[in-house]
Antibody, heavy 122, light 106 residues
Framework: EVQLLESGGRLVQPGGSLRLSCAAS????????MTWVRQAPGKGLDWVSG????????LYTDSVRGRFTVSRDKSQNMLYLLMDSLRVEDTAVYYC???????????????WGQGTAVTVSS | EIVLTQSPATLSLSPGERATLSCRAS??????LAWYRQRSGQSPRLLIY???NRAPGIPDRFSGSGSGTDFTLTISSLEPEDFAVYYC?????????FGGGTKVEI
């Protein structure tokens, strides 16, 4: 069974750092691009970052570029999101998701994790 | 950034009825549009990709159409699990963007 399991979310003060993890299983991890999407409380979906199957290409939305870093460890089947200089507006549930087919972003995100909650507050 | 506008914001229907949801893009996204369903307290689930292709395991009561700037998701006969929020998402340009959602309620 294809599964994604996020962890690492917690309460953190503004300006702090956090690393989210996403454990992948049930598929050949290195064959698929992955992405992070967040959802603020009571709000819609917001794309954050993506990384190719090889890890050679990374992309970010403007509001997190320079503060967040996406990476993957193929040997451990793990996806990460390192978040620095956190702001109150980064408060959200963060989902990792797998592309439906390979690195083709046009095929959408077929499998999503259950999400991990990040709260940025003093 | 491409802005996606979904309408209506809320759709009130009964089980067995047909639902028609709209998504309009601020510029052409060709056929690079996906639809997701998010039930309360759950993660999103991919329904349609590339405007009209059903995702693996998605029943045929879901269909997508459109290209360019105007897209439609049709649910031919609503099941109880279909009462949820639906989002469209474009993958034509970075950053990827989502619409604001349409809530389908009883």
């Amino acid at each position: 069974e294809v599964q994604l399991l996020e962890s690492g979310g917690r309460l953190v003060q503004p300006g702090g750092s956090l690393r989210l993890s996403c454990a992948a299983s049930g598929f050949t991890f290195s064959n698929y691009a992955m992405t992070w999407v967040r959802q603020a409380p009571g709000k819609g979906l917001d794309w954050v970052s993506g990384i190719s199957g090889s890890g050679g290409t990374t992309l970010y939305t403007d509001s997190v570029r320079g503060r967040f870093t996406v990476s993957r460890d193929k040997s451990q089947n793990m996806l990460y999101l390192l978040m620095d200089s956190l702001r109150v507006e980064d408060t959200a549930v963060y989902y990792c998701a797998k592309y439906t087919f390979g690195d083709d972003v046009r095929t959408g995100f077929e499998i999503w994790g259950q999400g991990t909650a990040v709260t940025v507050s003093s | 950034e491409i802005v996606l506008t979904q309408s209506p914001a809320t759709l009130s229907l009964s089980p067995g009825e047909r639902a028609t949801l709209s998504c309009r893009a601020s510029q052409s996204v060709s056929s690079s549009l996906a639809w997701y369903r998010q039930r309360s307290g759950q993660s999103p689930r991919l329904l349609i990709y590339a405007a009209s292709n059903r995702a693996p395991g998605i029943p045929d009561r879901f269909s997508g159409s459109g290209s360019g700037t105007d897209f439609t998701l049709t649910i031919s006969s609503l099941e109880p699990e279909d009462f949820a929020v639906y989002y469209c998402q474009q993958s034509w340009n970075w950053p990827l963007t989502f619409g604001g959602g349409t809530k389908v309620e009883i």
